[in-house]
């Protein structure tokens, strides 16, 4: 069996590296007074709230996902149309503000357009309580979550 060295080495170099940044948090932090007791801060983990993520994930998986930062905690969500009204499509951006689970740490905007009788898409306004409707059930599944997670 013959392997693919590009592949060989990729992993490598991604396993060197990973030795070599953890290694950072015993680092010194060298812009304070005090060397001895300011260390550098290494995150581990994604940069935002895990249940906020995961409920994000869970509550719009019937949209397509274009992509996803969790570092940035950003998820955005392809055009979807609902079989029921093939005329108008939906997509959506999540943005996951905080570490916290906090009803202020998530903002959800949505945009819509509609089908016209040329066959062409043009923007229309989404109806005002959908964003909020969409915070509310990511919110209450991430509430589930932590809850499942607690005991």
């Given at each position: 069996?013959?392997?693919?060295?590009?592949?060989?080495?990729?992993?490598?170099?991604?396993?060197?590296?990973?030795?070599?940044?953890?290694?950072?948090?015993?680092?010194?932090?060298?812009?304070?007074?005090?060397?001895?007791?300011?260390?550098?801060?290494?995150?581990?983990?994604i940069g935002v709230n895990?249940?906020?993520?995961?409920?994000?994930?869970?509550?719009?998986?019937?949209?397509?996902?274009?992509?996803?930062?969790?570092?940035?905690?950003?998820?955005?969500?392809?055009?979807?149309?609902?079989?029921?009204?093939?005329?108008?499509?939906?997509?959506?951006?999540?943005?996951?503000?905080?570490?916290r689970l906090r009803a202020?740490?998530?903002?959800?905007?949505?945009?819509?357009?509609?089908?016209?009788?040329?066959?062409?898409?043009?923007?229309?306004?989404?109806?005002?309580?959908?964003?909020?409707?969409?915070?509310?059930?990511?919110?209450?599944?991430?509430?589930?979550?932590?809850?499942?997670n607690a005991g």
């Amino acid at each position: 069996m013959r392997l693919n060295t590009a592949l060989v080495r990729g992993v490598a170099v991604a396993l060197l590296s990973g030795v070599a940044l953890s290694a950072c948090s015993s680092i010194p932090f060298v812009g304070g007074k005090d060397r001895k007791t300011q260390r550098v801060d290494v995150q581990q983990g994604i940069g935002v709230n895990g249940y906020l993520w995961r409920a994000s994930l869970d509550t719009l998986s019937f949209m397509p996902l274009a992509n996803a930062d969790p570092w940035g905690g950003v998820i955005n969500y392809d055009w979807y149309i609902n079989p029921q009204t093939p005329n108008e499509r939906f997509k959506a951006t999540v943005f996951i503000l905080d570490t916290r689970l906090r009803a202020d740490a998530l903002n959800v905007t949505v945009t819509k357009e509609v089908k016209g009788a040329d066959g062409q898409w043009t923007g229309a306004p989404v109806a005002a309580q959908t964003e909020a409707d969409l915070e509310n059930a990511i919110l209450t599944r991430a509430r589930q979550l932590n809850l499942a997670n607690a005991g």
